[in-house]
T-cell receptor
């Protein structure tokens, strides 16, 4: 079946612009995660959505970062007033995870490679 | 806080030889442990997990990993490496009850290079 789909695959933008990254999770997966992968910081957790619960935003690096998940499916990660240090690969993952149980693997998309000029 | 260490940035091995990628973890409580592989310009691909039960876990593509609670390790192994196993490997840990929001904490990654 279809995996996690992310778009765009690559995004180049100028410093100070806003960007939106999209994630389509695997159908039926209730949990959705955003991670950031960069050379200096490795893989970092950003935000986690579970069903209709309030998201866990504990990994967002600044208030320029926000994310939403509409209808329990598609998610959008928005970065406002981008800075050069935001350059990274942004990975989305989903899992068939029930609240309070964390034994299911996360399935990752191929990521969006973001470059800030 | 939970953390994962992969002490080797790169592992070189000849095709047909055994492959081991090391991982140690630090977490309060009983962890769930995962291995992922990443090929160039691709996302992470799940290989295997340890939740409970047998310490030796078998996963995809002939990989296995052994959970050692006393040494807090979860090393990834393959008896006979293939050139196509060349990739970036990540170990990850998660708390069982979702106390940390079910997020995965990753090691820094180990690049595996299998030479013909």
């Amino acid at each position: 079946g279809a995996g996690v789909s992310q778009s765009p695959s690559n995004k180049v933008t100028e410093k100070g612009k806003d960007v939106e990254l999209r994630c389509d999770p695997i159908s039926g997966h209730t949990a959705l995660y955003w991670y950031r992968q960069s050379l200096g910081q490795g893989l970092e957790f950003l935000i986690y959505f579970q069903g209709n619960s309030a998201p866990d935003k504990s990994g967002l690096p600044s208030d320029r970062f926000s994310a939403e998940r509409t209808g329990g499916s598609v998610s959008t990660l928005t970065i406002q007033r981008t800075q050069q240090e935001d350059s990274a690969v942004y990975l989305c993952a989903s899992s068939s995870q029930h609240p309070g149980v964390s034994n299911q693997p996360q399935h990752f998309g191929d990521g969006t490679r973001l470059s800030i000029l | 806080a939970q953390s994962v260490a992969q002490p080797e940035d790169q592992v070189n091995v000849a095709e047909g030889n055994p492959l081991t990628v090391k991982c140690t973890y630090s977490v309060s409580g009983n962890p769930y442990l995962f291995w992922y592989v990443q090929y160039p310009n691709r996302g992470l691909q799940f290989l295997l997990k340890y939740i409970t039960g047998d310490n030796l876990v078998k996963g995809s593509y002939g990989f296995e990993a052994e959970f050692n609670k006393s040494q807090t390790s979860f090393h990834l192994k393959k008896p006979s490496a293939l050139v196509s196993d060349s990739a970036l490997y990540f170990c990850a840990v998660r708390l069982p009850m979702g106390a940390a929001g079910n997020k995965l904490t990753f090691g820094g990654g180990t690049r595996v290079l299998v030479k013909p």
